[in-house]
């Protein structure tokens, strides 16, 4: 075998045939490194050796129905689709030090409390220290069985002998493979062992679930190079000043994708969120100007959430638009349509716009809650703490419906709002106390809010 050497990007995986500073597929700089791969004989067909014929079935084929395993967490049951697929791979990936090894300690235990075989597999822990985090988060009865080891070929061999129904591999980046010569944490090491544990995974029917640190120095491969190889891929995020855990589904071959699960941390471990509206709003400031309560969908729930604006006059040449929480070209994009269409210019003000809590919205459903936010912090005109705001903004100012308007007015209702401004369309719920105040387009919503 050829031995040949190329350029990968640790962050998407690319492969390039120089060094360059800056990965050209994905954007990230100092990403790239060099590799050394093995070729076998390259330019050849399979030749005239036959394979064997593939058992053929029809469409119609009746299966048993899928058997899944519930952890009894309800936040991770719900994000895995209603809880854990036989011989299914899941990636869990997120920033060091934001709790992926507890939460999946924590899983791990709950699937063996339940009677699931667990085993936990460390890579980057001694198995006393996770004892002792297993101790301290009063998890030390389950009977989870727990190994520290990195070779994959050690932890193939003794899942083939143990069977368990979930493995936890902790983390991908610690593993190796005496396949490949790279070292961990490389993106050949890190694929061939994901690759390894995946089809291991379908040949025998273990659930396995891969741990992947997302790296910001660009040494280590992120999760992203395993993204497509698994079936589910879930984020675990949240603001490290903040308490709030939100376990997101960004791929989900046996469920919705962008399900959400919110967890606290707490001195004892992470505590499932099961009111996560209450939660998020309980935190809110007084009545204030730039403080708009927004009803979003995340996943299949209804999410109340806070969006706070400030608009403050700017000394700088080009003003600063910082931007937490959501995306930055939308808010550019609205705040050039309430300057087109509206009349009010923003060029002599700075622009600060954060979802509190630590959230992250990418619903444009948001966009006239922020529309408000901004202009009530402009005009020092607060809106009314008890109304809910949403609807999308469209570059010629007319408000648009959006999806599951009545689950956002049933959440609303619920936590005690008692008005909503949305876009026209929407109806009174029965039983619903809710006040709809309908508007066409933003200048009306100006108007009638902010008498502009
Ligand atoms: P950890 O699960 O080790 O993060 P990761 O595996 O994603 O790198 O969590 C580390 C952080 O969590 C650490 O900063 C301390 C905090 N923590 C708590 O606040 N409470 C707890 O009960 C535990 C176990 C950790
Ligand atoms: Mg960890």
Not at 364 to 385: E, F, G, K, M, T
Not at 394 to 404: E, H, I, K, N, W
Request: proline content about 5%.
């Amino acid at each position: 075998m050829a031995k040949n050497s190329q350029f990968v990007c640790n962050a998407c995986g690319a492969v390039h045939s120089k060094w360059s500073g800056r990965c050209d597929a994905c954007g990230a700089w100092n990403t790239i490194t060099e590799e050394t791969v093995s070729t076998g004989p390259k330019g050849k067909s399979l030749g005239p050796a036959k394979g064997r014929s593939i058992p053929l079935s029809n469409l119609s084929t009746q299966d048993a129905p899928l058997q899944r395993t519930h952890s009894g967490l309800e936040e991770l049951d719900r994000v895995l689709g209603g809880g854990l697929v036989p011989s299914s791979a899941i990636l869990v990936g997120g920033d060091p030090g934001i709790g992926k090894s507890t939460l999946l300690l924590q899983a791990a235990a709950a699937f063996a409390r339940r009677g699931a075989k667990a085993l936990y597999v460390t890579g980057e822990e001694a198995a006393a220290q996770v004892r002792m985090r297993g101790q301290r988060l009063g998890l030390a009865d389950a009977p989870l069985l727990l190994a520290a080891e990195t070779n994959l070929r050690n932890i193939l061999t003794t899942l083939d002998n143990e069977r368990p129904t979930v493995a936890i591999i902790d983390s991908i980046q610690t593993m190796w493979s005496d396949h490949v010569e790279s070292a961990p944490g490389s993106v050949s090491q890190v694929r061939a062992c994901a690759h390894e544990l995946t089809s291991f995974a379908k040949r025998k029917g273990i659930s396995v679930v891969l741990v992947g640190h997302v790296t910001k120095e660009g040494q280590i491969a992120g999760p992203r190079v395993v993204e497509h190889m698994v079936d589910t891929v879930l984020y675990f995020e949240g603001e490290r000043g903040h308490h709030f855990r939100i376990l997101r589904a960004v791929k989900n071959r046996f469920g919705p994708a962008d399900e959400i699960g919110v967890f606290e941390m707490t001195g004892s471990g992470l505590k499932e969120v099961a009111n996560p509206s209450a939660l998020f709003l309980s935190e809110r400031d007084h009545p204030a100007p730039g403080s708009v309560v927004f009803a979003g969908i995340e996943g299949t729930r209804p999410l109340l959430m806070e969006i706070q604006a400030l608009v403050a006059p700017s000394s700088l040449a080009s003003p600063r638009r910082t931007v937490v929480g959501w995306d930055s070209a939308r808010l550019s994009m609205i705040l050039a349509v309430l300057e087109a269409r509206a009349g009010l210019g923003f060029g002599a003000m700075d622009v600060y716009l954060n979802i509190a809590g630590g959230l992250r919205i990418s619903e444009p459903a948001a966009d006239l809650a922020v529309a408000a936010a901004i202009l009530s912090s402009r005009q020092d005109h607060a809106i009314a703490p008890d109304t809910v705001v949403f609807g999308e903004i469209s570059l010629s100012g007319a408000l648009r419906p959006v999806t599951q308007a009545d689950a956002r007015l049933r959440e609303a209702a619920k936590l005690g709002f008692s008005a909503a401004f949305g876009p026209q369309g929407l109806k009174t719920l029965e039983q619903n106390s809710l006040q709809l105040h309908t508007f066409m387009d933003l200048n009306a919503f100006i108007q009638s809010v902010f008498g502009a």
